[in-house]
């Protein structure tokens, strides 16, 4: 089931944003209105009104005047459940956007509004389940009350990864939505994914789930199932409902990548491939690779005041490539070399075909052969240092011996990633041994820490990192002993309630360099 090359084959279709407005104080409009201004980001599609205080979360002091004002910063509202921590986030990122620092003593509140040029009309999914209905009732089906104006009372979002439309896990599953899964309507269900398919131009139709965090593991002669670390981040809930997705945990061969179904998308101009049976992408993380990308293309951080000094050639190693997620933005922003590690063979693959539309090299080391390769002084290792991106197929805890291999041929490492989740911990001493000993440079630590110990957390980080760099650059190695910093603590997403998904920048400097 192998899919032709589309030379425009990713849509990412937000049928119904969703912009964020901040409830302010009014003493404050003037203030944040022209910060908004000055970034593009006042709404002058909505008007600044009196703010609705039954609509927030959080009551005001009472005999304060409050007042919304619209903006254009899109709040994500895919993952319904957290929605308004989603708003949260967004608030503080805008904030830090428009350079305001709020001194009011009083909570800037947040909801999100629909911008009045936003046409509902046109929502492909939603004509496609109308028209199904119509069928269905000029065929004297009974069907549920259904309202005719859905648009206030559920949120028709999904996004297309071409050939693939990916419906949110809370799709239909409201009264009276909920009865039309269910039998006798259930009979019916094949007649309205074959209207999505042909309304919303795509193929395959599957509801989407969270990447569970663990999965069930059954021992040999146990009777009941143990969790075990999802390592490889595999899908295992996202549910096929039209189209041939292919057999579920099939291994990675050859065979087998032809007969998979793979999908695409395309953000900051860089291409992405996966097979969704078999390996995970995150939309959300589009933050992160856009904060990585600017802050290895230009000369100071985002989010930072401290400027960063980017190398004229260096080499970017990311621990957790997937399906090259941040390894790519490495990449884009011309790093030199990019040396991936990843266990999954499906998210190789996936990053094999991702590099190759983005024009990139990629070589694999998967085996003996390529290993010799690697240490070997002839003209099939000078090619192999050539490659753009050096993908080893194996686990991250032989990155350091690895890396000391190759350094003779490499330019300097400067940045290290640890893109995993719940906590990339497990990591962080490869990390620190494997930046270049002379120069040091900079670990992206991913973690998910309660949004009340983030800052006692990024102490803990410190620590921690101070520490390992003091165990693998003592006084008797002869190497620098580096400067350890925290530059920055970047909230990337809400990754469940009361928790976000935080990236610690840390530098390791020398006073000599």
Known sequence: MSQEDDSNPV?????????LSLIVPKKEVKNIKTALEAHSLLDKTSKISHAVLDTRPVQPCEGTAWVTI???????????ENDHIEAITARDALLERIDYTNQTGFEIFVKSHRRLDDDYSKNPLMIAIHEWLKSLRDRGVALPKIPDKTTDKYRWTYTVYSPMILLPSNFLVKEPWCQLLAPPLQL????????VCQKVKVSYIAINKPIPALLPNKPANSTRDILKSNILRSPSDLTPVHGDFGEPNLPPTNENFQRALWVSTVQNDISQEWAPMYTMFSRGNISEKTRLLNLLSTASTSGTRKPLRKPSKYTAVDLYAG???????YAKAGAEKILCWELNGWSIEGLKRGAKKNGWTVKVVDNEKDEKTLRDEDQ???????????VFHESNSNAA??????????????????GYLPSSSGSWEVAVKVLDPVEGGWIHAHENVATQDIKRR??????????LVSQCYNAGSGAYRFNVECQHVERVKAYAPGVM?????????????
Do not use: M
């Open 188 to 195: 019916y269900l094949h007649e309205l994914w074959c209207i």
């Open 458 to 467: 990024k102490g803990e980080v410190l620590e921690l990192f101070k520490d």
């Open 401 to 418: 011996t690895r890396v000391e291999t190759l350094r003779d041929r490499l330019p300097p490492v400067r940045h290290v990633n640890c």
């Open 70 to 80: 619209p903006t254009v910063f899109e709040v994500d509202h895919t993952d319904h």
């Open 501 to 513: 998904h935080c990236v610690f920048d840390i530098e390791l400097s020398s006073d000599e360099h």
């Open 11 to 19: 849509v990412l279709h937000k049928p119904e944003p969703a912009y």
């Open 380 to 390: 099939e290792a000078k090619e192999t240092a050539n490659e753009r991106l050096l």
């Open 323 to 329: 399906i090259g997620y941040f390894a790519f933005s």
